[in-house]
């Protein structure tokens, strides 16, 4: 069975023994305005966290090497700067990073890379990055944003809203803050088309649904759901792949 190794803590030799195996495990979040209530920190926060303890749990089951690669911080999150507090890469920019990454594995014999994505912003980049690099750099790439692993019908993923507020309050609890209670903003909407305008952030005050809803045991639970559901896709595609 596979083995969990991070590639951070691993010298190099350890790195070289088992990349052309592994399969890679590379979460990517951001650094963006989460209301006044979470962290800016918070989908960085996730996604680290969802993927690094699903990884834990797949590794005992996987035919090969989980090797887990550092988070990346930073994502595609113009839409949140008048807002302040964040750290914004353009959509170009962030493909550009995803695809050196991508090379560096791959000129260093790396075959299989799954990225594990936990902002919004960035769900379009990764699907064109992952479709390109296969191509590019004779990789086999995979690409999942981790609130997929849920039944769309139970959340609503949302921005700093219940979903993202109960789960920070599950795993750093710490940087959460009280939210305040508010009437549900009412945003006009037309079916199956994405609108996007910076006065629709502006009128919800750059969050989403009821974060005063949240409950760290729900949070909880998610959490696990999520990463038992990722772990057991890291456990196929380390089979297919």
């Excluded at 507020?165 to 599950?170: D, G």
């Excluded at 006065?199 to 999520?226: H, M, N, S, V």
């Amino acid at each position: 069975m596979g083995a969990l190794l991070r590639w951070a803590e691993a010298d190099r030799a350890a790195v070289r023994g088992v990349l052309s195996e592994a399969l890679v495990l590379m979460p990517i979040g951001a650094t963006e305005q989460h209301g006044p209530h979470l962290p800016t920190g918070t989908d960085a926060f996730l996604a680290a966290a969802v993927c690094e303890h699903a990884a834990e749990l797949a590794a005992p089951r996987a035919e090969r090497a989980l090797l887990l690669a550092p988070p990346i911080p930073y994502g595609a999150s113009d839409h949140h700067l008048p807002f302040n507090g964040t750290l914004s890469l353009s959509a170009q920019t962030l493909s550009r990073v995803l695809d050196d990454l991508a090379r560096s594995i791959a000129v260093q014999g790396g075959r299989r890379l799954v990225i594990v994505n936990g902002h919004g912003g960035n769900v379009g980049v990764c699907h064109a990055f992952a479709g390109a690099a296969s191509t590019r750099h004779g990789l086999a790439v995979a690409h999942t944003d981790y609130w997929r692993v849920l039944d769309p019908e139970d959340i609503v993923p949302g921005h700093a809203g219940e979903f993202e507020t109960s789960q920070m309050l599950a795993v750093r609890g710490e940087l959460v803050r009280e939210p305040a209670v508010r009437e549900q903003p009412r945003q006009p909407r037309v079916s199956d088309v994405d609108v996007h305008s910076e006065k629709a952030w502006q009128d919800i005050d750059g969050y989403t649904d009821r974060p005063e809803l949240a409950a760290a045991d729900r949070g909880g639970r998610w959490f696990e759901e999520i990463t038992s559901g990722l772990a057991d896709r890291f456990v196929k595609l380390a089979k297919v792949l």
